[in-house]
């Protein structure tokens, strides 16, 4: 099981004192973050990808870059990688060698991203979104696994020989996430390539995860990739801890009431009863976080947001010294009666020691994955 944290890059206005942070107050605190996940125990830091205000997660690869020069052990991942506006060939390469400088201590997730005005900024049409996402993931997957490919497609310039540079580290493409809040199709593309699957799971109720996480399984199985128990999942979560489950609830209200994600909607408490937020002491988060099997089954990857809504940075370094004291047993809880034949969350190392060589060095035949228009 991976633990760690995801980051959307927002830059808010702190509600209690008015101030807004600058955005190289912003980028440099994401690096603190980095560090302390680090140093608490934590397996993975994600970052997302946006291009407009209030966020300053423009560039992924060169801060994860910069993170991976500053850390030994953290595994470098995204939240989201936007398929559908940002082109295959950019992604082969420039993931290409970031798997390369951090020694394959990395992967990303994929997703089509929630912010209308990008798509024609880069001049794609966001109703393409989902048959974007299917055609450019195609391209990405071939671009990683063959070393000369001829192309064609809707959505960008044919290729014709064209190689990715540079190869992927010991023949192995980096292994990839597909995210979603709430579209399916993007669970039938990662249960076709056999891909894992990773729910948002912050804004919804669980019973909606459930069902995509349940159809994904069903997918996965499926395509014969193994059985639906044996499928690659990641949840999101969302958490705000002090030691006195009142003293939690007291500091994140102002925080809640004004985020621009939720504020000024249902209250407090009524979203943390309707969602997977937790504002409480650390017994709560654990308790919480560790039902989430209850209705997904065992997964591999449990990923928070705690850096958001204005929250200061020496609060969020408090967050993840608290999430450090519960770490152990966290992955106590999620070890217990976990069945011997679900796999271990994927690290380059697990998977390159379980490769075949068609694996490392064959094509797969591609085709388009059922119910989804290419």
């Known amino acids: 099981m991976q633990i760690g944290i995801f980051s959307v890059g927002d830059v808010t206005p702190d509600p209690t004192t008015g101030r807004t942070p600058?955005?190289?107050?912003?980028i440099k605190a994401t690096v603190a973050i980095a560090r302390k996940a680090e140093?608490?125990?934590?397996?993975?830091?994600?970052?997302?990808?946006?291009?407009?205000?209030?966020f300053v997660a423009s560039s992924p690869t060169t801060t994860l870059a910069y993170i991976g020069a500053q850390t030994e052990r953290l595994l470098l991942s995204t939240a989201t990688t936007?398929?559908?506006?940002?082109?295959?060939?950019?992604?082969?390469?420039?993931y290409g060698t970031l798997q390369h400088l951090v020694d394959g201590r990395m992967d990303l997730m994929l997703g089509r991203g929630n912010t209308g005005p990008v798509?024609?900024?880069?001049?794609?049409?966001?109703?393409?979104?989902?048959?974007?996402?299917?055609?450019?993931?195609?391209?990405l997957h071939r671009l990683w696994r063959e070393d000369v490919v001829d192309w064609e497609g809707r959505f960008r310039t044919p290729l014709q020989g064209f190689?990715?540079?540079p190869r992927p580290l010991d023949g192995l493409p980096p292994f990839v996430w597909h995210g979603s809040i709430r579209t399916p199709e993007i669970a039938e593309q990662a249960a076709y390539y056999g891909d894992g699957f990773f729910s948002n799971h912050i804004f919804w109720p669980a019973t909606h995860t459930a069902r995509m996480v349940a159809f994904y399984r069903q997918r996965f199985e499926h395509y014969g990739h193994g059985t639906a128990a044996q499928a690659i999942v990641g949840l999101g979560g969302q958490?705000?801890?002090?030691?006195?489950?009142?003293?939690?609830?007291?500091?994140?209200?102002?925080?809640?009431?004004?985020?621009?994600?939720?504020?000024?909607?249902?209250?407090?408490?009524?979203?943390?009863?309707?969602?997977?937020?937790?504002?409480?002491?650390?017994q709560q988060?654990?308790?919480?976080?560790?039902?989430?099997?209850?209705?997904?089954?065992?997964?591999?990857?449990?990923?928070f947001l705690v850096d958001h809504a204005g929250l200061p940075l020496r609060t969020v370094l408090e967050q993840l010294d608290l999430l450090g004291e519960i770490l152990p047993d966290l992955r106590a809880g999620f070890a217990e009666g976990r069945p011997a034949g679900v796999p271990d969350a994927p690290t380059h190392a697990s998977r390159l020691a379980a490769a075949s060589p068609a694996d490392v060095l064959g094509v797969r035949p591609l085709a388009t994955p059922t119910g989804v228009t290419a």
């Not at 140093?39 to 209030?54: K, M, R, S, Y």
């Not at 489950?245 to 309707?274: C, I, K, M």
């Not at 988060?285 to 990923?303: A, I, N, S, W």
């Open 22 to 26: 600058t955005e190289h107050e912003r």
């Open 82 to 94: 936007l398929i559908t506006t940002t082109d295959p060939v950019r992604l082969a390469e420039d």
């Open 239 to 282: 958490f705000f801890m002090r030691r006195n489950s009142q003293d939690a609830v007291r500091e994140f209200r102002p925080y809640f009431d004004n985020a621009p994600v939720y504020g000024h909607g249902p209250s407090l408490e009524d979203f943390t009863t309707q969602t997977p937020l937790t504002v409480g002491s650390p």
């Open 39 to 54: 140093e608490v125990g934590l397996d993975v830091l994600a970052l997302g990808q946006h291009h407009n205000p209030p």
């Open 285 to 303: 988060v654990l308790e919480r976080t560790l039902g989430f099997r209850e209705y997904v089954g065992d997964y591999q990857r449990q990923l």
């Open 119 to 139: 798509y024609p900024w880069f001049g794609k049409d966001i109703r393409e979104g989902i048959n974007l996402a299917v055609e450019n993931y195609a391209l």
């Open 163 to 165: 190689t990715a540079t």
